[in-house]
Structure formats: C-alpha cells, structure tokens
C-alpha cells in the first residue's frame, strides 16, 4: 500500500468523524476539493466535484447549519442524524481511496467510515437531549455552533493535513469513549 492510499484513507476517516457532527459540511468541504483540484477521488465519485453538486451540497450545508438552530428541529435532525452519518460516512470513505480493491475499500468504508461518523453523531445526540432535558434548549445553540465549528475545522484538517486528522479522531473517539462511560455510571 502506497502513501497515496494510506493518505486517502485518512482523509476518509477525518471526513468520515466531521459527518458524525455535520453531514453535509465535510461532503461539501470534499465537493470543493475535487473541484478545485485540491483532492483526488475514485473514477466513480468525481461527480462530486462539479459545479452542480458544489452548488447542491453548499446550499444542503447552509440549510443544515441554520436548522440546528431552531428549537426541537435540532432534536428531530439528531434522530435521523445517526443513520445518515453512517451512510455519509461511508459515501466519504469510499470516494477518497484509492489504490485498493473493492472489497478492502467497502470494508474500511463501512467499518472505518460508517463506523466512526455513527459513534460522532450518536454521542452528539445524546449531548443534545441532555442539553434539551437539562436547559430546556438554551445551551443548544451553543453546542450546534461547537459542533458546526468542529465539522468545518475537521473537514479542512482532513483535506489538507490528513495525517493531524486521524490523530484528532482518536482523541475525539477517546472522548467520546469517556462521555459514554461516564454516562454509563451515571445511570447505574
């Protein structure tokens, strides 16, 4: 395996954590990149950059932003946001290997990609809920502009400094990891 390939699955991985928070900023952050020639994707996925599916995916990424903006929207879009993660996530990893087989690239994809954007968005859930329980909605707004600023700064780290990326997935996977326990205990 090729440092080319090996770069292009981290960058999967870091876009695949920054859907976990945000499902259209880094698929339109990888939409820019092919577009101007920044990143290559596989033969199949180079429809994503073009101008159209710039166009499409930037106005899906305004949308989602100011949608977690509006109370009880946000928690309706949580609900939804933990498949659609894994499925982007799986879509980003996917269009950014290269130099693999199929069935490498469609594992590391569904478990690397898939795996890593469904842990980022169910914990982003659950912090959302109990913001909602316990601030009635008040500090949501503040953990959607802390999740929007984390998918858009992922989301370059990884186009750019793909390497930094994966070391800033494990440290957010390892938080995630200590939310979840600590949540556990809590309810034990």
């Known amino acids: 395996m090729g440092t080319e390939a090996i770069l292009s699955i981290f960058l999967g991985i870091g876009l695949a954590a920054s859907v976990g928070f945000r499902v259209f900023v ?59 993660a894994a499925i982007a996530g799986t879509a980003v990893m996917v269009s950014t290997v290269v130099d693999l087989s ?30 909602t329980t316990t601030t009635a909605g008040l500090a949501n707004p503040v953990i959607s502009t802390l999740e929007t600023g984390t998918a858009i700064v992922m989301s370059i780290i990884s186009v750019f400094l793909p390497v930094l990326a994966v070391v800033l997935v494990v440290i957010v996977l390892f938080i995630i990891f200590r939310l979840y326990k600590k949540f556990k205990s809590s309810k034990a």
């Open 26 to 84: 880094p698929l339109f952050t990888l939409s820019l990149a092919a577009h101007f020639n920044v990143w290559e994707l596989n033969d199949s996925w180079l429809w994503i950059g073009s101008l159209t599916a710039v166009i499409t995916l930037g106005v899906a990424t305004i949308v989602e932003i100011f949608a977690y903006y509006i109370p009880f929207v946000d928690n309706i879009l949580d609900t939804i946001a933990v498949p659609l």
């Open 102 to 131: 199929p069935v490498i690239t469609w594992a590391l994809a569904i478990i690397a990609g898939g795996g890593t954007a469904a842990a980022v968005a169910g914990t982003s859930s659950v912090t959302r809920l109990a913001s």
